[in-house]
């Protein structure tokens, strides 16, 4: 009775180790099948690059005006990156809306392209900063090379000074964190 016992216990611990190995090499495949990076973070730094008229994108001028911008950052997903994005913006609400932005990373070349949600800044005219009251929904929709077809979603947080303001023309900053896939 004693053997059988003792043969039933290693039986249960070999068992028990068994299926533990299997759980872990499971999890590891689905982790490298999935291709999602939970932790999707980043920043960058960006400069005005132009300003003006586009009525059949943001609507009757000069009320509203279409934004470029251009810059670089680093990110959880591709490393250093050079980004190039355009928004519309109504100069009597504040409201920043279709905001379109392409990341392109160095080391690959791959590209990953951003839309965020319409947001509202807020500004001190005493300090002269621009800046979002909460963090702003965006989405990833799509990329080229590694990143073709990718998706997710995060939120973005954005901080600029305005120029007409105090004259001065620092680069502005943005910062997000979320979730990005690719697929296989």
């Not at 039986?11 to 999707?40: F, G, K």
């Not at 400069?47 to 279409?66: H, K, M, S, T, Y």
């Not at 702003?136 to 929709?141: G, I, K, L, S």
Request: proline content about 5%; glycine content about 10%; charged content about 10%.
């Amino acid at each position: 009775m004693k053997t059988r016992l003792t043969l039933t216990l290693i039986t249960l611990v070999a068992l028990a180790i068994m299926v533990t190995a299997v759980r872990e090499t499971r999890s590891e495949a689905a982790i490298l099948d999935d291709q999602t990076n939970p932790h999707y973070k980043g920043g960058s730094t960006f400069n005005l690059a132009g300003a003006g008229p586009n009525v059949a994108r943001c609507g009757a001028f000069p009320e509203n005006i279409e934004l470029s911008f251009t810059g670089s950052g680093i990110d959880t997903e591709g490393g250093f990156n050079t980004a190039v994005f355009s928004a519309c913006t109504n100069t009597a609400t504040n409201l920043v809306f279709d905001l379109e932005a392409i990341d392109t990373y160095a080391q690959s070349g791959d590209q990953v392209f951003i839309e965020a949600d319409s947001f509202v800044q807020t500004v001190n005219p005493v300090t002269c900063v621009a800046t979002n009251t909460h963090g702003v929904p965006f989405r990833v929709a799509g990329g080229t090379g590694g990143h073709s077809g990718a998706t997710g979603q995060g939120r973005f947080h954005i901080t600029s000074n305005l120029t007409p303001c105090n004259g001065l023309t620092p680069p502005a900053q943005v910062w997000f964190e979320g979730v990005i896939s690719t697929p296989q």
